[in-house]
T-cell receptor, first 115, second 114 residues
């Protein structure tokens, strides 16, 4: 299947700083990318949907000024957690699909720990 | 998006078929049934999807009832590596980059035992 890669796999940052997570589609052009967050022993929660060249659409309750999403090219989307706090510590997962694509492929996930 | 209902957990003996049920009684005509699984601390892995016909691939089979209100994912010969959380999701097909998002429920935790 198609490959979606995330970087970094894990990151530790200090409270109050910002951290960026990258999501790349390695062998296909991803017109749509999705960002999820998952807390331990819970299911994935959709945060936002981004289409290449457009502003991201955020799910209800997700702060767009805190979780900045950029989808500037057909192979790269970034999630920046601004002014991170310990409660932002979580497993962040991206996924990607092609235009009208029937299948959505997921990255390996990125562990964020805010200390 | 239609909601799905799955049992929270199931056990299966290694080498036997694992049959994972899913109810989606409010599914709409343009919604597909998707199955993903997630092994601990990894991103979800695509398994299979279908609209109304039964589907089979190298990983599994998907059986969708005629009224489309429920489906069953079948892993024909479960191995220990199939131990994971399995998610059944209904998804509207994307149109012109709109829609098509996957909303995850709680899934079924499948434990394959020796």
């Amino acid at each position: 299947g198609a490959v979606v890669s995330q970087h970094p796999s894990w990151v530790i940052c200090k409270s109050g700083t910002s951290v960026k997570i990258e999501c790349r589609s390695l062998d296909f052009q991803a017109t749509t990318m999705f960002w999820y967050r998952q807390f331990p022993k819970q299911s994935l929660m959709l945060m936002a949907t981004s289409n290449e060249g457009s502003k991201a659409t955020y799910e209800q309750g997700v702060e767009k000024d805190k979780f900045l999403i950029n989808h500037a090219s057909l192979t790269l989307s970034t999630l920046t957690v601004t002014s991170a706090h310990p409660e932002d510590s979580s497993f962040y997962i991206c996924s990607a699909s092609t235009t009208g694509g029937n299948t959505i492929y997921f990255g390996e996930g990125s562990w964020l720990t805010v200390v | 998006d239609a909601k799905t209902t799955q049992p929270p957990s199931m056990d299966c003996a290694e080498g036997r078929a694992a049959n994972l049920p899913c109810n989606h009684s409010t599914i709409s005509g343009n919604e597909y049934v998707y199955w993903y699984r997630q092994i601990h601390s990894q991103g979800p892995q695509y398994i299979i999807h279908g609209l109304k016909n039964n589907e089979t691939n190298e990983m599994a089979s998907l059986i969708i009832t005629e009224d489309r209100k429920s489906s069953t994912l079948i892993l024909p010969h479960a191995t220990l590596r199939d131990t994971a959380v399995y998610y059944c999701i209904v998804r509207v097909a994307p149109v012109r980059n709109q829609g098509g998002k996957l909303i995850f429920g709680q899934g079924t935790e499948l434990s394959v035992k020796p």
